[in-house]
């Protein structure tokens, strides 16, 4: 059975500070697609990565950065010089390769920068 | 384009009563979902489809019923609402096709049953 763990429920950081955001998964499957949806105060899910379980090359873009490590797991998103309107609650999620291509998502990160 | 949309924003019921939440997608995505979303939960599959005139059940299946009539919709019937069925319903769609796994969501559905 596939599971998402983000173990930290709620974070709160300074404007400007960096944060990162927890996500351990567990899965079957050698072939698995990641993920992380952002949900804003508005509560609409965006999408803002998603990683193949082949290519463990990190990612960057902008202020956001991923690190991908399989060998623990895990798939952990950073956010350099945070800004209040990254307020929101963070999802990561998992797809397996076969089926309905389901996705599982971890509980979610609720993340508040203070001004 | 549009991209996925969700009729009604938001729906006050009865118990006992019925309702259908509409998902549209203008993106000629093959796969959709509907999911919902409860507080501490996460998102939980209830049903999806994997083509027009297939349907199939989700993680949390009891209590609903789905239809896709039209490849470009995909309807979320409650026959008897009850208090339990109250939560933020997103509906999902996907093309399956290898480097395009991602789901595009709906801006959700939120539902309180009295």
């Known amino acids: 059975a596939q599971k998402v763990t983000q173990a930290q429920t709620e974070i709160s950081v300074v404007e400007k500070e960096d944060v990162t955001l927890d996500c351990v998964y567990e899965?079957?499957?050698?072939?698995?697609?990641l993920f992380w949806y952002k949900q804003p105060p508005s509560g609409e899910l965006v999408f803002l990565i998603r990683?193949?379980?082949?290519?463990?090359q990190n990612e960057i873009s902008g202020r956001y950065s991923w690190n991908f490590q399989k060998s623990t797991s895990s798939f952990n998103f950073t956010i350099t010089a945070s800004q209040v309107v990254d307020s929101a609650v963070y999802f990561c999620?998992?797809?397996?390769?076969?089926?309905?291509?389901?996705?599982?998502f971890g509980t979610g990160t609720r993340l508040t920068i203070i001004p | 384009n549009a991209g996925v949309t969700q009729t009604p924003k938001f729906r006050v019921l009865k118990t006992g009563q019925s309702m259908t939440l509409l998902c549209a997608q203008d993106?000629?995505?093959?796969?959709m979902y509907w999911y919902r979303q409860d507080p501490g939960m996460g998102l939980r599959l209830i049903h999806y489809?994997?083509?027009?005139?297939?349907?199939a059940k989700g993680e949390v299946p009891d209590g609903y019923n789905v239809s896709r009539l039209k490849k470009q919709n995909f309807l979320l019937g409650l026959e008897s609402a009850a208090p339990s069925q109250t939560s933020v319903y997103f509906c999902?769609?996907?093309?399956?096709?290898?480097?395009?796994?991602?789901?595009?969501f709906g801006p959700g559905t939120r539902l309180l049953v009295l």
């Open positions: 999902a769609s996907s093309y399956p096709l290898r480097g395009q796994e991602t789901q595009y």
């Open positions: 899965t079957r499957d050698t072939t698995y697609y």
């Open positions: 990683r193949n379980s082949f290519d463990e």
């Open positions: 999620a998992l797809r397996d390769n076969f089926g309905n291509e389901k996705l599982t």
């Open positions: 993106m000629n995505h093959e796969y």
């Open positions: 489809s994997v083509g027009e005139g297939t349907t």
